[in-house]
Nanobody
Framework: QVRLVESGGGLVQAGGSLSLSCVASGGTHSSYAMAWFRQPPGQDREFVAAISWSGGNTYYSDSVKGRFTISRDNAKNTVYLQMNSLKPEDTAGYFC??????????????????WGKGSQVTVSS
Protein backbone atom coordinates (compact mmCIF):
# COMPACT_ATOMS: atom_id res chain seq x y z
CA GLN A 1 0.00 0.00 0.00
CA VAL A 2 1.43 3.38 -1.05
CA ARG A 3 0.94 6.31 1.30
CA LEU A 4 0.99 9.80 -0.18
CA VAL A 5 1.25 12.93 1.95
CA GLU A 6 0.91 16.39 0.42
CA SER A 7 2.25 19.62 1.92
CA GLY A 8 2.86 23.23 0.93
CA GLY A 9 -0.65 24.56 0.39
CA GLY A 10 -1.87 27.84 1.82
CA LEU A 11 -3.23 31.28 1.08
CA VAL A 12 -1.62 33.47 -1.58
CA GLN A 13 -2.58 36.58 -3.50
CA ALA A 14 -3.32 36.44 -7.19
CA GLY A 15 -0.10 36.54 -9.18
CA GLY A 16 1.85 34.85 -6.44
CA SER A 17 3.50 31.43 -6.26
CA LEU A 18 3.24 28.28 -4.18
CA SER A 19 5.03 24.96 -4.26
CA LEU A 20 3.38 21.68 -3.32
CA SER A 21 5.23 18.52 -2.34
CA CYS A 22 4.03 14.93 -2.15
CA VAL A 23 6.07 12.33 -0.32
CA ALA A 24 5.42 8.67 -1.09
CA SER A 25 6.10 5.76 1.21
CA GLY A 26 5.38 2.04 1.21
CA GLY A 27 4.38 0.11 -1.91
CA THR A 28 5.88 -2.95 -3.56
CA HIS A 29 6.45 -1.74 -7.11
CA SER A 30 9.73 -0.21 -8.20
CA SER A 31 8.28 2.55 -10.37
CA TYR A 32 5.22 4.78 -10.32
CA ALA A 33 3.71 7.42 -12.55
CA MET A 34 2.57 10.41 -10.48
CA ALA A 35 0.07 13.19 -10.96
CA TRP A 36 -1.64 16.14 -9.36
CA PHE A 37 -5.38 16.63 -9.49
CA ARG A 38 -7.48 19.40 -7.94
CA GLN A 39 -11.03 19.82 -6.79
CA PRO A 40 -12.41 23.38 -6.75
CA PRO A 41 -15.22 24.14 -4.29
CA GLY A 42 -18.46 22.51 -5.40
CA GLN A 43 -16.88 20.95 -8.49
CA ASP A 44 -15.54 17.59 -9.59
CA ARG A 45 -11.90 16.65 -9.29
CA GLU A 46 -9.88 17.55 -12.40
CA PHE A 47 -6.50 16.71 -13.86
CA VAL A 48 -3.68 19.23 -13.35
CA ALA A 49 -0.36 17.60 -14.27
CA ALA A 50 1.31 14.20 -14.58
CA ILE A 51 4.88 12.93 -14.78
CA SER A 52 6.39 9.64 -15.83
CA TRP A 53 8.60 7.52 -13.61
CA SER A 54 11.77 8.81 -15.27
CA GLY A 55 10.54 12.40 -15.26
CA GLY A 56 11.11 12.56 -18.99
CA ASN A 57 7.44 12.93 -19.89
CA THR A 58 5.14 15.53 -18.40
CA TYR A 59 1.57 16.52 -19.21
CA TYR A 60 -0.49 19.52 -18.18
CA SER A 61 -4.07 20.65 -18.40
CA ASP A 62 -4.60 23.62 -20.69
CA SER A 63 -5.65 25.75 -17.73
CA VAL A 64 -2.23 25.49 -16.01
CA LYS A 65 0.14 25.01 -18.93
CA GLY A 66 2.91 27.59 -18.85
CA ARG A 67 2.23 28.48 -15.19
CA PHE A 68 2.66 25.18 -13.32
CA THR A 69 5.61 22.78 -13.39
CA ILE A 70 5.58 19.18 -12.18
CA SER A 71 8.84 17.50 -11.23
CA ARG A 72 10.06 14.60 -9.14
CA ASP A 73 13.04 13.40 -7.13
CA ASN A 74 12.93 9.61 -7.00
CA ALA A 75 15.77 9.46 -4.49
CA LYS A 76 13.50 11.36 -2.10
CA ASN A 77 10.28 9.64 -3.20
CA THR A 78 8.85 13.10 -3.77
CA VAL A 79 6.89 14.79 -6.53
CA TYR A 80 6.53 18.57 -6.68
CA LEU A 81 4.14 21.06 -8.22
CA GLN A 82 5.49 24.57 -8.67
CA MET A 83 2.61 26.98 -9.21
CA ASN A 84 3.32 30.46 -10.56
CA SER A 85 1.09 33.32 -11.65
CA LEU A 86 -1.71 31.94 -9.53
CA LYS A 87 -5.28 32.97 -10.24
CA PRO A 88 -8.38 32.89 -8.02
CA GLU A 89 -9.74 30.08 -10.19
CA ASP A 90 -6.78 27.93 -9.08
CA THR A 91 -8.36 27.78 -5.62
CA ALA A 92 -8.93 24.10 -4.85
CA GLY A 93 -7.91 21.11 -2.83
CA TYR A 94 -4.85 19.64 -4.56
CA PHE A 95 -4.38 15.87 -4.52
CA CYS A 96 -1.35 13.76 -5.29
CA UNK A 97 -1.90 10.42 -7.05
CA UNK A 98 0.26 7.44 -8.00
CA UNK A 99 -0.04 4.30 -10.12
CA UNK A 100 2.50 1.53 -10.75
CA UNK A 101 4.01 2.25 -14.16
CA UNK A 102 7.48 2.32 -15.68
CA UNK A 103 6.78 3.74 -19.13
CA UNK A 104 3.21 5.04 -19.35
CA UNK A 105 1.95 8.33 -17.92
CA UNK A 106 -1.74 8.62 -17.17
CA UNK A 107 -3.99 11.68 -17.08
CA UNK A 108 -7.34 10.15 -16.15
CA UNK A 109 -8.42 10.09 -12.53
CA UNK A 110 -9.64 6.51 -12.84
CA UNK A 111 -6.19 5.26 -13.86
CA UNK A 112 -4.65 6.16 -10.51
CA UNK A 113 -4.57 3.69 -7.66
CA UNK A 114 -3.24 5.65 -4.72
CA TRP A 115 -4.30 9.06 -3.47
CA GLY A 116 -3.21 11.55 -0.84
CA LYS A 117 -5.64 13.36 1.41
CA GLY A 118 -5.05 16.70 -0.25
CA SER A 119 -3.66 20.15 0.47
CA GLN A 120 -5.74 23.31 0.21
CA VAL A 121 -4.64 26.16 -2.03
CA THR A 122 -6.54 29.43 -1.79
CA VAL A 123 -5.80 32.33 -4.14
CA SER A 124 -7.26 35.70 -3.19
CA SER A 125 -8.05 38.39 -5.73
Amino acid sequence: QVRLVESGGGLVQAGGSLSLSCVASGGTHSSYAMAWFRQPPGQDREFVAAISWSGGNTYYSDSVKGRFTISRDNAKNTVYLQMNSLKPEDTAGYFCAAVPSTWITYIREGDYTYWGKGSQVTVSS
